[in-house]
């Protein structure tokens, strides 16, 4: 029989906004999930390389700095640096984080001249506010209002309570974000315009063949398909952001959503040219929040389908649900956060890690309160891992050898309660809260076995190694600790066999042991 070939993934991680550092939201949505899932897969043999940058030129971080009185680019600057220093700290591995450079510009703009010259894009009248009392345009983040199919606070361009676009002749109620001015002037502009209706079948086309997207997500191609489908504006009239630096579109720049996903196709580039173990083409696979579904669900499916035959789109994506701080949606731009930096600065990595994935907002919304995370990991992981490390600690002393094979039974409980927690770490299954409750469920069993005076401690070292993998990837420093003291080495795969010794376990795996 041939052996099956092992998956290669590239994997994306959405690029954050760097008006601010990343919150607890951030740290807990989409960034723990792309960090679980690369851990995960690389422990089953996938080949995997994550990318990741900052989304310098959105609006928010011009509007952000006008608020702050700073210069955006140093402001874009020094975000761009604590997020990656904060990255590193909860130990989300990123493999290139790449500059918004020279070349990542050109890049940019080359894909959108060459779409422009082909016909894909348009030139085309498209509505822009402009503020009565200073003349200038405003881009998305200047002009604040209500959506117009939910009816929530949204800012104009898209909702993020709902992920429909709304544009100046659709927003309600609009006001100027940052003075409040009402008298707003609509103008329409000659701009770069992707006509989506034109690409209707295309964006059909890929959902019929492809089936690995959330439902919620699904639910946004359905709701967006029910209708013709809007005029999307590739440029605006404007200063921040990438020039078009096209003849046709003086004094306008590259709206910042559609080139994410011209910066996805150069991090693409970027991981193929860096690591060849890729092969020519690997899975695409994308991380990120609802609010922005509605982009990478309808804008940047219809423009990758036409570039380079569709080698460019996603294998899959999972998206997350907001998560609420004390029931308010996070909100940089209104400062209702709790800062990663800071949590992990209070609290170990490995147990903020765990009880995020435990709530994790993946199918619905969550909601952060710090005094219960502490207690859930009191109550939870802190207390098993106490009783655990305590009963196998004692039955153990004085020894220091081989653990033995695991009988028939427990080897077959040991490699189902892994094969339960590793489909909940897979694209087709992905859900970090089943995974960190399986690993309860498994950590409650071991305990049960010990506290039932288990007499082949054989049995119970082997499930402690399936405990330490299962957590290598929502806790690594955890799993690797716990899988370290087994082994002598750090969970390498979920299949390899390793000699299992009698020695003691470290008391604490998620901060510090619980009083006796």
């Not at 792309?34 to 990318?51: E, H, I, N, P």
């Not at 580039?269 to 929040?289: K, M, S």
């Not at 460019?312 to 649900?321: D, K, R, S, V």
């Not at 800062?339 to 209070?346: F, I, Y």
Request: charged share 20%; hydrophobic share 40%; glycine share 6%.
């Amino acid at each position: 029989m041939k052996p099956t070939t092992p998956p290669t993934f590239v994997v994306t991680l959405p690029p954050p906004t760097p008006n601010g550092g990343l919150h607890v939201g951030h740290l807990s949505g989409p960034f723990l999930s792309a960090d679980a899932f690369s851990r995960a897969s690389r422990l089953q043999g996938a080949k995997v390389f994550t990318s990741c940058y900052s989304d310098v030129n959105q609006s928010y971080v011009r509007v952000t700095a006008l608020r702050q009185k700073r210069d955006p680019h140093e402001l874009a600057d020094h975000w761009t640096n604590d997020i990656v220093a904060t990255l590193d700290e909860a130990s989300i591995e990123v493999d290139d984080y790449f500059p918004v450079d020279n070349a990542s510009r050109e890049s940019v703009q080359h894909l959108f001249h060459d779409l422009y010259e082909r016909g894909v894009l348009v030139k085309k009248p498209f509505p822009v506010f402009r503020s009565v009392q200073t003349g200038e345009f405003l881009d998305e983040a200047g002009v604040s209002g209500h959506c117009p199919s939910c009816l929530s606070q949204s800012k104009c361009g898209i909702c993020e309570s709902c992920s429909s676009v709304n544009d100046p002749a659709t927003l309600l109620n609009p006001t100027v974000t940052l003075t409040g001015e009402k008298t707003l002037a609509v103008e329409h502009v000659e701009v770069m315009v992707l006509e989506l209706e034109r690409f209707r079948q295309n964006i059909v086309s890929v959902y019929e063949r492809n089936p690995r997207f959330r439902p919620r997500f699904r639910w946004v191609v359905e709701d967006a398909l029910k209708r013709e489908l809007p005029d999307f504006p590739v440029t605006m009239p404007g200063t921040w952001g990438f020039p078009v630096a096209h003849a046709d579109f003086p004094g306008q720049v590259i709206n910042a959503w559609p080139e994410i996903m011209a910066q996805q196709i150069y991090s693409y580039q970027r991981a193929l040219a860096r690591d060849a173990a890729l092969g020519e083409q690997p899975a695409f696979i994308n991380f990120y929040g609802f609010d922005n579904a509605y982009f990478y669900a309808i804008v940047h499916t219809a423009m990758m389908s036409v570039i380079d035959d569709g080698r460019w789109l996603p294998h899959g994506a999972i998206n997350n649900e907001f998560y609420n701080l004390d029931h308010q949606k996070f909100s940089t731009s209104n400062n209702h956060a709790i800062w990663s930096r800071d949590l992990l600065k209070r609290h170990p990595v490995n147990a903020v890690r765990f009880y995020a994935a435990w709530n994790h907002p993946g199918f619905e919304k969550a909601n952060f309160n710090e005094a219960d995370m502490v207690g859930v990991l009191d109550r939870g992981p802190r207390r098993l891992w106490s009783s655990i490390a305590s009963q196998y600690n004692a039955r153990i002393e004085g020894f220091d050898g081989p653990a033995g094979e695991p009988s028939a039974e427990s080897a077959a409980i040991a490699r189902a309660a892994l094969s339960r927690i590793f489909d909940s770490y897979s694209l087709e299954r992905f859900h970090l809260r089943q995974a960190a409750e399986d690993i309860l469920h498994l950590m409650e069993y071991i305990n049960a076995r010990l506290r039932d005076g288990e007499p082949y401690l054989g049995d119970v070292a082997h499930l402690l190694r399936c405990l330490a993998v299962a957590m290598a990837p929502i806790a690594p420093g955890a799993g690797n600790s716990l899988h370290h003291s087994l082994t002598g080495s750090p969970a390498s795969r979920v299949d390899e066999r390793h000699a299992l010794f009698l020695r003691k376990l470290p008391p604490a795996l998620f901060g510090e042991p619980l009083p006796s």
